[in-house]
């Protein structure tokens, strides 16, 4: 009997794969339950008017950017590639 070993290819189907799963990562984070308790929640990183926002601003905004405007492409997304993984194997 013959042993084959099978590794995963690095090809641009696993980039995508790997990109959507940081997404998803990202989306489904939860600011009360989850980033305050870091001190990553809703009222920390709020700077004053004028004032230049620092990485951990950046960051939360970015986190909400992501929650808000990728929902539904992400849902979209997520099924084409679960119909692909099904299809293709």
């Known amino acids: 009997m013959e042993l084959k070993s099978f590794y995963m290819a690095f090809t641009l189907y696993s980039l995508i794969q790997t990109a959507i799963l940081c997404t998803n990562a990202i989306a489904v984070l939860h600011e009360e339950r989850f980033l305050s308790k870091f001190g990553w929640g809703v009222d ?45 194997g």
Do not use: E, Y
Not at 46 to 67: W, Y
Not at 76 to 86: E, F, H, K, Q, R
């Open 44 to 88: 920390h990183g709020v700077g004053g008017f004028g004032d230049d926002p620092g990485i951990k601003a950046q960051i939360l905004t970015l986190i909400r950017s992501v929650r808000t405007v990728m929902r539904v492409p992400l849902i979209i997304v997520n099924s084409a590639c679960i119909v692909l993984l099904l299809l293709f």
